[in-house]
């Protein structure tokens, strides 16, 4: 028999035997990053993790939590972070979500950026008070024909501690054709007072992927991850009135800031016009929550609104646009001469069509705050 | 056996380039070329790692053509063998690019393993073993059909660059205009035949 | 056909679940190209041009958004009503982010509906507008050229 029989397959397994034991070798050498220094916040706090994995993994893993709506996909733009060490230029998948000053910045996304060498980051001092929790759902109830009300139950002995205006990052399991878990941000209705328990308001989008899930398959017992607390918006403690507009599930954040003055006892220290506007009175809710702060505080007004009521409603107070309902209020109902502040919370259109109205009358830019992350 | 052809090292090095040219000349290593052409950075980047692959193919390959598969009587697999080398050399660079520079590596994105399949490549190894090159004129050919190829592939993406603000006919736009350009490039280059003997 | 990575990227995060609940595909078992270039076919061959079209769906998103919600008469042909909801959706060409725009275009000559309406959003426009991109057969958001024409008035 031919010797080459034998030698030829030998030859060629030892051939590749001995080439895939160099790739590997490479492989180990090359893709171990050994353990990466995070120096976050100009070395207020320092973190030591194993290299190769992306930047918001590490940190999460870590216990810091940077908001992120996708879950690190590189498809939400929303886990900036900034960067104080050069860790090389921007990547293809970074560039469309970033502004010309966030580029000049040195702002990556943190999903994108993959830990090889030590890194010094810049990130908000507020994220060092989010922390992930294990939830349960305790309740789920409708609150009109496409807004739930959804009580979650925190682990025995861990509270959030928030202010009153912030969000929270819900995750929802895999379900039907979604093959991956998925987060969304809803701001917090519940008052902080209220602890061990989290709130929140979801209005039911069609095809959105976290208000499906929780509208058709959330049940009452169901785990639940929380992510919180983010946000910036928040009432800013002053004198001035507060002109606050929200419409549908606009209404969260009010909810907990309104009952969280009520808790402190400082309801009565400000003047608060709370406008909410609604198409039908189908789509307006707590009601008699909200009548009855205005008979209880003399200083607390609230004013609905509807756009389009129908004959069966009955509806006897404003119609309209709420910015035109807006506009009437400050110029003829509410007292003339005082500061006033501007609470927003709605659809971005919603928001720049009130930010117009306030302007036209007297009100600042500075002194009108929104929630942003709409 | 025949023996090596008696072509000076650097002789073989700058004929490689300029007129033998493996791409503009010999037509190998064509698809990366066209779609790697379009923006001067990645063209850059890929034109220095075909160079490497080409050298350290030519160099392992040259040494298992002569020390295993010659002695062993096994020149048939040399297809095969070769192929694999390609591979895991094209693995390996991949894996240092990775770590180097992650926006050449996501700039390069698909056409970084395709270098393995690039003819050009297993055009390089098929040569030096046909026209059997001695160990060190199997390198300078390697060094420089790369450098040929990162050559050509640098003068088509500056070309393109200027041709994508001149008003092209809208049927030549992209793949027809960029055609001509190579069959123009490689006539050019076609003045150098002759000049240098590559076997 | 072959696509090039980019599109196939893109047809990736076009699926069910990955962006959006109902992804952009619908139940066409088409390649993305092949729906791109036979979309293509179709404007051209009920006279419709990309630009003008894109411009006439801008303009009546624009003048809906003023409505907050409800529904508007836009240059009193068209009823239209636009709907936000927060956050953003990424393009599944990876090149940008987009609020959750969606208008609702309902035929309206002189005032009075008719059974005739385009449904879109801020996204699928401008998958429209630079990639000719019309959706697949069954998504939501499939955009018939011949309804286009219809609808627009175009």
Redesign the interface.
């Known amino acids: 028999m031919d010797l080459a029989f034998f030698i030829a397959p030998l030859a060629v397994s030892g051939i590749s035997a001995a080439l895939a034991a160099v790739i590997s070798i490479s492989d180990r050498i090359l893709n171990n990053y050994g353990d990466v220094d995070i120096n976050i916040n100009k070395g207020k706090k320092n973190l030591t993790v194993t290299g190769g994995a992306p930047l918001l993994i590490s940190l999460s893993e870590q216990g810091i939590f940077v908001p992120s709506a996708c879950g690190g996909r590189g498809s939400c733009g929303a886990c900036k972070v900034k960067v104080d060490s050069d860790i090389g230029p921007h990547l293809p998948t970074e560039t469309p979500y970033l502004t010309k000053a966030e580029l000049a910045d040195n702002v990556h996304l943190s999903c994108q950026v993959k830990l090889k060498t030590n890194i010094e980051i810049d990130i908000p001092e507020s994220l060092f008070n989010v922390r992930q929790y294990d939830g349960v759902i305790e309740k789920i109830e409708d609150v009109t024909h496409d807004i739930k009300e959804v009580l979650v139950r925190l682990p025995e002995g861990s509270e959030v501690s928030f202010t009153s205006g912030q969000y929270g990052q819900i995750e929802v399991p895999p379900y039907e054709k979604i093959k991956e878990s998925t987060q969304r941000a809803y701001s917090m209705s519940s008052a902080p007072a209220r602890k061990g328990y989290l709130e929140f308001l979801v209005r039911l989008v069609p095809g959105g992927i976290v208000t499906s899930y929780v509208h058709q398959y959330l049940k009452e017992g169901q785990k639940m991850k929380v992510i919180a607390p983010f946000g910036e918006f928040m009432v800013r403690e002053t004198d001035a009135t507060m002109v606050c507009v929200a419409g549908g599930s606009g209404m969260a954040p009010f909810k907990s800031i309104f009952q969280d003055r009520i808790d402190r006892g400082v309801m009565d220290q400000r003047d608060i016009w709370y406008f909410f506007g609604a198409r039908t009175k189908k789509d307006l809710f707590y009601l008699d929550w909200l009548e009855e702060l205005q008979s209880k505080y003399e200083r607390f007004h609230f004013i609905a609104a509807l756009s389009e009521p129908q004959p069966e409603d009955d509806w006897k107070g404003e119609t309209g646009l709420i910015t035109d309902v807006l506009g009437k209020y400050l110029t003829e109902t509410m007292p003339k001469g005082d500061v006033r502040e501007g609470y927003l919370c709605g659809s971005p259109g919603m928001l720049d069509a009130c930010m117009n109205v306030m302007r036209k009358f007297g009100m600042t830019d500075d002194k009108i705050y929104f929630d942003k992350f709409a | 056996m025949n023996s090596a052809p008696i072509i000076a090292p650097l002789t073989l090095l700058f004929a490689s380039i300029f007129t033998s040219n493996i791409l503009l000349a010999n037509f190998l290593g064509m698809c990366s070329f066209i779609a790697i052409s379009k923006d001067m950075d990645s063209a850059n980047g890929l034109g220095m790692a075909v160079t490497v692959v080409l050298v350290l193919t030519a160099a392992i390959n040259w040494v ?1 053509l002569h020390f ?2 010659v002695p ?3 020149e ?2 040399q297809y ?2 070769f192929i ?2 390609i ?2 050399v094209v ?2 660079l991949e ?2 690019i ?2 180097v ?3 050449l590596y ?2 390069l ?2 056409f970084l393993p395709l270098i393995t399949v690039n003819c050009a490549v297993l055009g390089v190894v098929l040569f030096m073993q046909i026209r059997n090159y001695a160990f060190v004129q199997a390198l300078a050919f390697g060094l420089g059909s790369g450098l040929g190829w990162w050559l050509a592939i640098m003068l088509l993406a500056a070309m393109r660059r200027k041709i994508d603000k001149a008003p092209v006919p809208a049927g030549l736009q992209g793949p027809g205009i960029t055609m001509i350009t190579i069959g123009m490039m490689a006539m050019a280059f076609i003045g150098f035949s002759g000049m240098l003997k590559v076997q | 056909m072959k696509m090039s990575p980019e599109y196939v990227k893109a047809q990736a995060n076009m699926q069910a679940g990955v962006i959006t609940s109902d992804g952009f595909m619908g139940t066409d078992h088409r390649n993305l190209t092949d729906i791109i270039e036979q979309d293509e076919e179709l404007m051209t061959s009920v006279g419709l041009e990309w630009e003008p079209v894109v411009a006439r769906m801008r303009h009546l998103l624009k003048e809906g958004r003023k409505g907050l919600g409800e529904p508007v008469t836009v240059d009193g042909d068209w009823i239209v009503q636009v709907s936000e909801a927060r956050g953003f959706l990424a393009s599944p060409f990876e090149d940008g982010i987009y609020r959750k725009v969606n208008a609702e275009v309902v035929l309206a000559p002189g005032g009075k509906p008719t059974e005739e309406k385009l449904y879109y959003s801020e996204l699928s426009l401008h998958l429209l507008e630079k990639f000719h991109f019309l959706q697949g057969h069954g998504s939501p958001f499939r955009l018939e050229p011949a309804r286009i024409k219809k609808v627009l008035r175009m």
């Open positions: 298992v295993i598969l062993l009587g096994l048939f697999l095969i063998v694999m080398v591979a895991a693995q390996i894996m240092v990775d770590r520079s992650q926006s996501m700039a994105g698909i």
